[in-house]
């Protein structure tokens, strides 16, 4: 680490004070001239054909332009959820906008909404994956089932996708969306060789990414171009250039899309509203703004799939793994969301074993649809195989973090696909957490009433082709336009790459917004990508400034290119301090009328094809309360491998934040469906987000740095993998405390409680 | 051309249709929210002290915000006309700005400043170039005069520039800005042996670039980064943000300079209330927009200077030049204009001579300052030696174009500073008219009473640092951010050059607006150089992207590169047209999460630093009423080396554009000053712009290919080369027509009627 300047040290997330002084303009905070603010009438039915819909008391509203229902709209195929505009004469969802108010202003636009009259014809629902699977169930897609959406590709699931020919992929006459196998030897062999068998059925719910700041887009059309300007709270503004232009029927390059500052993503924003807001821009020829409620926000986006895992392992009384047997369930609401496959590879990779057998579908329901969260999948799958082994190693009378070791992946080691680990450290998060004082005095815990669990998670991390140019100002200060857009830091870890390449302080370097019409691609913001794709692009745009500037600087010195060097900004022959030239001089050269050296101006270009698998290993130490099953979680320690530590300090907050959703899957949060598919936790009242008097354990970072070959300076993504252990580290330290063993998050203290109850029963019985 | 697809085609200005329909947004249609309307008091006197300024009565005119004056503004060293802000004790011409009004609306703003009281106490002046050199004249800068302009640099004149060390170029004591010299040989005994001499003094006036748009700022702070925006109708946003960041002592990086659509610029529109905009703004946090009235355009910008030259030139009776002698006399107002040198280089240059004595020098008064006006200098060059030449052939009986032929410099001659003349079609564009039929037939039409003179000029061209930056959209739309400001076509031909090398039609290529922020570095549009330079880094990012496309196709075809080609959008194996894919498709390669190939991206860089002179001959018909002196100007045609006429629309267009303005400086503009300092002609009721009554002779443009070695395809600069010989060729055609020898510009009805009735009072006599 010493050998850098630049990266490896602290650093605060540059816009950091902007964002906290109210300095940073938000979506919300955006007016434009002429704009109207939009508010849609949700549909108050899961499943329902709409009779009719009467605006007349609404356009009555002062200040109300426009009610639109879908006759306004083109009639574009639904084929996934952000091209389902309004409701066609059905709706498939509680929330779903059926209607949509424009109005001057947005108290006038909800006064409006509240008074548009929708008549509904109410139609049977299937809620729950059983019902859906139901032979005769009612089909959420009469006419096919949608191929639906790529998120958890973006993320860096391993997504199959069909290219570009969607209408092959529907199904029709079932709600099932998608099924996938993974098998491997004999799991009914291994099973009968086993010693111990270990089998549960395991759920996780619907869980809402719950970003401080909801979705928002404003769409402004261009009456000259004939075309669309978007700024929307997004991960992905080129995603969002696609759909938009794909929606208006426009190339690309007539849509320029901006993401403002953003309040928190967490795999949620990619396009949603963005086409009918831009529709709608469109049709009324001004500049149209929707903001979401949080209560729409909570109705009608896109939040992680409730999963069922039926899990069966069996091992030798050494606590080797001989088979996995696992049926994964999905419920992806009414658009697929195409995760159940790879929540079975996680299950059957990150601990191999001879004999695999796992079924994966994943089904469509009357919810909202849901999308990606933070390593979308693998908190439940992690879950549920982590307490698995937990329970099997108690069993067993063994040490759990050794049975752990034993059966951890190696490099090398086949994963589920059969596919081959690449270098990573598995077992080396696992081993920093086993030198730890708290493992090492776990008992000792456990005799004052505590217990310690542990547990392991990671994530593949998603791959992309990525771009960057560089160039430097007069004044020294060097720009780099990469398109990424930042959602947690990454802007300020280019900044350092940028800096460590070129041999200035990192205040040198300006990042410039991501901006479709003037910034290279980059895909979204997902994956835990960012700094590993377009990082790489960051480092090879600034290497090849780097040798523009030394040729220059040689050419004024005399001397051969290889003996420069760049040190603080200023160029000079190696070892020669005393006569050195100043960047800012050097670009200057190159903005000269009549001048003699080209102007400086460099592109990277990238594509980082292979994954560079990160782990973050996690122990919390819990108190459980006998008498109301509340757990507290005293200490949460994670070690990660990060590959290499950009900046420290952006890695350590996106740990704990990580950490702390994974607090909240594991005993707290639930959206909850009635049966008659109403949302019953449509608020913050009802939906229980971890707060900091809950969820505010003394939280410790181990940063573990195994380089990977492909990212910048061996960095590895560093955003999914601190959520993906978290709720089965809290099961196991649950059992390590009361012996219980929580198959269902979140793990509430109603359940805990009553968990206690049949303990304590079953133990009097014998 | 018939190799070219998309070069060589006429091709319409591509935001021609938005020009004319309005759709276009020139920086007075912009509004910012908070925005004040700037108007500045102009000083009344040429030369005084201001006593005191009550801004009472102004600042109670309902709407204005502020009243400010240089106490209000840090004390900047006006060392050029951008950095004299506001007049600090003491005005140096009449229109100089006092004190500025800022309110909310433009009327507010413009009664505001008509109720400021300015109390001046007047001092001596210097209207003239003998006044400002007479012993004792009152000094417009008793401290020393500055270094003034680089405009003319800027255009390719060859000024001297001392790099950054402007205060050891300040001269006390004198309004003698500079000197210069050229000398070659011994002109005496040259002169000596001549058979024939012309000797006369040539003038020509102030004239104003006059675009259609006046000059406009918008400058909006912004709070969060103490960082400034400047909108304005520039010919150089990178020029802008330099000067506003030097005034504003920010790092350029914190300064985002846009050029808005420009309504002409003409060399006029470089930085100049830009600096004290900004300034403005940064005081009173809010955005400040200033545009010019017309008055203010024509009392306070910056006009071409006054010139005058005395030129004796000798020859043997064949037409052989045996010796130029000149002094050129330059008014630059209030700051040097730098450039009476350049006049004299070109009048030693173009007809080498191997007696050479030259000497030229700057002045300063009591005026506005001067600037840049299209190929600054050369129509008064051309003026005097071509109409010397003329006459000298006239004197000798010898026909006019076949002296200038015997004399005209050919590549490898030497250039008044001993430079050799490199590759360029002098020659030929005098052997094109040569071979017209009015040529042919002119003493048929002077015995028809009118005459038809001709006449060449040139203009050396610009150099300059470049870099572009191309990328390909998903549906096949190529992106150019190029930074180069659009004054007159130069995106229109970029689009053609990049659709060339990349095999797409122009339809296919979309030109990014520069920006400072998000655009590599380009040097000010002036010189005719944009398409020269820039257009060479244009043509290197896409022959770039060319590349990176074929490699990706040729890895989908399983070819290699070499094999690969590039017809109408669509990549495929060279002969193999019906297997082929779109560069949409290939782009998209790029764009893919989980990609296997980098993002189509890339950059290029320039530096031309070689000139390459173009010319342009003309050929005027005229017809001369004996009665008032009115010239009618019944044909002109224009033969002029384009090197490669990337697009012959845009060029004929500034062809025309050019001779038109070259007839105002032969006929009409005339920028008047009385000896108090008071300008006469401060509006268009005075200034007499050609109108198309006077001024719309049937134009033919006749275009030479003979290609550049440094500019793309060969092209060389075509925007200045076209106004420099229109008033020469106007002279030799008035003599054609008349026997009168005019050498004073403009040569207006008065002029030549008193002209003629001298003549005819001589011939009485003779």
Redesign the interface.
């Known amino acids: 680490m010493s050998d850098f300047s630049a990266i490896g040290q602290p650093k605060p997330i540059i816009d950091g004070k902007?964002k906290v002084i109210g300095?940073?303009q938000y979506l919300p905070d955006m007016?434009l001239?002429g704009m109207l603010h939009a508010r849609f009438v949700p549909s108050s039915y899961a499943h329902a054909n709409i009779r009719s819909i009467d605006a007349s008391e609404a356009l009555a509203v002062p200040g109300v332009a426009a009610v639109l229902t879908h006759e306004d709209l083109p009639n574009i195929v639904p084929s996934s959820r952000n091209k389902l505009l309004l409701a066609r004469g059905r709706v498939i969802f509680v929330g779903q906008p059926v209607a949509l108010v424009l109005a001057s202003t947005e108290a006038a636009a909800a006064d409006g909404a509240e008074r548009v009259m929708v008549d509904y014809e109410p139609l049977p629902t299937a809620m729950s994956i059983d019902e859906a699977m139901a032979e005769g169930a009612p089909l959420v897609w009469p006419t096919g089932v949608p191929k639906g959406s790529?998120d958890a590709?973006?993320h860096?699931a391993d997504v199959d996708?069909d290219d570009d020919d969607e209408d092959d992929d529907f199904k029709v006459g079932t709600n099932v969306a998608k099924e996938g196998f993974y098998k491997r030897g004999d799991v009914e062999a291994g099973f009968a060789e086993a010693d111990v068998i270990i089998e549960h059925t395991y759920t996780s719910p619907m869980v809402h990414q719950s970003s401080l700041e909801t979705q928002g887009v404003i769409a402004q059309p261009d009456?000259?171009t004939d075309g669309m300007a978007i700024w929307s709270s997004t991960q992905d503004p080129?995603g969002v250039r696609?759909e938009v232009?794909s929606a208006l029927g426009l190339?690309?390059?007539l849509v320029r899309s901006k993401g403002a500052v953003i309040g928190g993503g967490f795999g949620a924003k990619f396009p949603l509203y963005e086409p009918l807001i831009a529709l709608v821009a469109d049709k009324l020829g001004r500049p149209v703004k929707l903001v979401l409620t949080r209560s729409e926000e909570l109705l009608a986006t896109n939040p992680a799939p409730p999963l069922r895992v039926h899990l069966k392992i069996g091992a030798k009384s050494d606590g080797t793994l001989l088979a996995i047997q696992a049926q994964i369930y999905l419920d992806g609401g009414c658009y697929p969301a195409n995760m159940a496959k790879f929540v079975g590879f996680q299950i059957g990779s990150y601990y191999p074993t001879p004999n695999l057998d796992i079924y994966a579908v994943d089904v469509v329901t009357f919810k909202q649809s849901t999308g990606a969260y933070r390593a979308p999948g693998a908190p439940t799958a992690f879950f549920a195989i982590d307490t698995a082994l937990d329970e099997m190693a108690e069993k067993l009378g063994l040490d759990p973090l050794e049975v752990k070791l034993k059966n951890a992946a190696r490099p090398g080691d086949l994963m589920a696909d059969d596919d081959v680990w690449p270098g990573m450290g598995m077992r080396e998060t696992l081993e920093a957490l086993q030198a730890h004082p708290v493992w090492q005095n776990r008992e000792q815990a456990r005799a004052k009433g505590r217990g310690v669990g542990i547990a392991v998670g990671g994530w593949m991390g998603?791959?992309?082709?990525?771009?960057a140019?560089c160039?430097i100002?007069?004044?020294?200060?060097v720009?780099i336009?990469v398109g990424a857009m930042d959602i947690s830091g990454s802007t300020t870890g280019f900044t350092l790459i940028a800096a460590e390449v070129l041999g200035v302080t990192p205040d040198k370097i300006?990042i410039?917004p991501s901006?479709t019409?003037?910034?290279?691609?980059?895909?979204?913001t997902g994956?835990s990508k960012m700094t590993y794709t377009s990082g790489v692009?960051v480092a090879k745009a600034a290497e090849e400034v780097r040798q523009?500037v030394l040729a220059i600087a040689a050419e004024e010195f005399e001397a051969a290119v290889e003996d420069m060097e760049i040190v603080d900004g200023r160029v000079r022959v190696k070892g020669l301090p005393t006569k050195s030239i100043s960047l800012g001089k050097i670009a200057n050269?190159?903005?000269?009328?009549?001048?003699?050296?080209?102007?400086?101006?460099?592109?990277g270009?990238?594509?980082v094809?292979d994954q560079s698998p990160a782990f973050s290993a996690q122990m919390v130490e819990v108190e459980v309360d006998d008498e109301t099953g509340e757990v507290k979680v005293l200490r949460l320690i994670t070690a990660q491998d990060v590959g290499r530590a950009i900046n420290p300090m952006a890695i350590e907050g996106q740990i704990t934040g990580g950490a702390t959703q994974g607090l909240g899957w594991a005993l707290y949060e639930e959206m909850v469906y009635g049966d008659d598919g109403q949302l019953l936790t449509g608020s913050f009242m009802d939906y229980a987000l971890p707060d900091t008097l809950q969820a505010a354990p003394e939280m410790e970072t181990i940063l573990l740095e195994i380089p990977s070959e492909h990212g910048p300076f061996g960095a590895r993504g560093v955003g999914e993998p601190p959520v993906t252990p978290t709720a089965a580290a809290v099961a196991n330290a649950i059992a390590h405390a009361t012996g219980v063993r929580m198959t269902d998050i979140p793990m509430t203290a109603p359940d805990i409680y009553r968990a206690l109850k049949a303990r304590n029963g079953h133990n009097s019985h014998t």
């Open positions: 902007a300095g940073a007016q001239p790529e590709g973006a860096g996708e009456p000259l080129f696609k232009a190339p690309e390059s998603g791959t992309s082709p990525a771009a140019a160039t100002d007069r004044d020294g200060m720009s336009n300006r410039v901006d019409a003037v910034s290279p691609f980059a895909t979204g994956g692009a523009q050269e190159g903005m000269k009328f009549g001048g003699d050296h080209p102007t400086i101006f460099a592109h270009r990238a594509v094809t």
